[in-house]
């Protein structure tokens, strides 16, 4: 197992363009979560899915964000229109059950919107 | 609402020195409590967690917490640092309880160790 992979890595973007980012969790955890993390700042929650079902999601996940787990295996975040707002450090975490195991985290997606 | 405070922006201690990072929660019952670790360009990892039982908690690479309720913290610490301890240290709560699992974090303190 290669732990949470995600893709790209980086990316750079303009101004109003739409950027998708994807998560492929570790196969057996059911449950995935978006971070976004800012330049001094703690991971923000932005979403979180149990296998396909989205079950809850940040006030800071407005409509320009949208995120998908078809089948309940990997992840999509796409944000529509980018601001430069928006430039952060995307993180995607997978767990299995609760708390008890903790998350695993990606190395993240550095966004930057020019 | 949950809360984490770390007061403690950048901390820079000398190779071999002891470490203490802060951590202060809010929260209306004992959540579960996380540290994790990042290095630049990185994601995150879990370095301990505690959830109930012995307040003192051992983690990985050496570190330790512990949790003190009175006092509504989760202090990390580690007897004699490395050099490859240095990094940015997240200190976690998640609530007891919940269904979701979703964690709230801290502002993260950045660890300088000089040679």
């Known amino acids: 197992d290669t732990g949470v992979s995600q893709n790209p890595r980086h990316k750079i973007t303009k101004r109003g363009q739409n950027v998708t980012f994807r998560c492929d969790p570790i196969?057996?955890?059911?449950?995935l979560y978006w971070y976004r993390q800012t330049l001094g700042q703690g991971p923000e929650f932005l979403t979180y899915?149990?296998?396909?079902?989205?079950?809850?999601k940040s006030r800071l996940l407005s409509d320009r964000f949208s995120a998908e787990r078809p089948k309940g295996s990997f992840s999509t975040l796409e944000i529509q229109r980018t601001e430069q707002g928006d430039s952060a450090m995307y993180l995607c975490?997978?767990?299995?059950?609760?708390?008890?195991?903790?998350?695993?985290f990606g190395s993240g997606t550095r966004l930057t919107v020019v | 609402a949950q809360s984490v405070t770390q007061p403690d922006i950048h901390i820079t201690v000398s190779e071999g020195a002891s470490l203490e990072l802060r951590c202060n929660y809010s929260?209306?019952?004992?959540?579960?409590l996380f540290w994790y670790v990042q290095s630049p360009g990185q994601g995150l990892q879990l370095l301990l967690k505690?959830?109930?039982?012995?307040?003192l908690v051992q983690g990985i690479k050496g570190f330790e917490a512990e949790f003190k309720r009175s006092q509504s913290s989760f202090n990390l610490r580690k007897p004699s640092v490395h050099w490859s301890d240095a990094a940015e240290y997240f200190c976690?709560?998640?609530?007891?309880?919940?269904?979701?699992?979703?964690?709230?974090f801290g502002r993260g303190t950045q660890l300088t160790v000089w040679p």
């Open positions: 196969s057996e955890h059911n449950r």
């Open positions: 899915f149990q296998n396909e079902a989205q079950l809850e």
């Open positions: 975490a997978s767990s299995f059950g609760q708390f008890l195991y903790g998350y695993t």
């Open positions: 976690a709560v998640g609530a007891r309880g919940s269904t979701l699992g979703r964690l709230y």
């Open positions: 929260y209306g019952a004992t959540p579960y």
């Open positions: 505690y959830f109930s039982g012995d307040t």
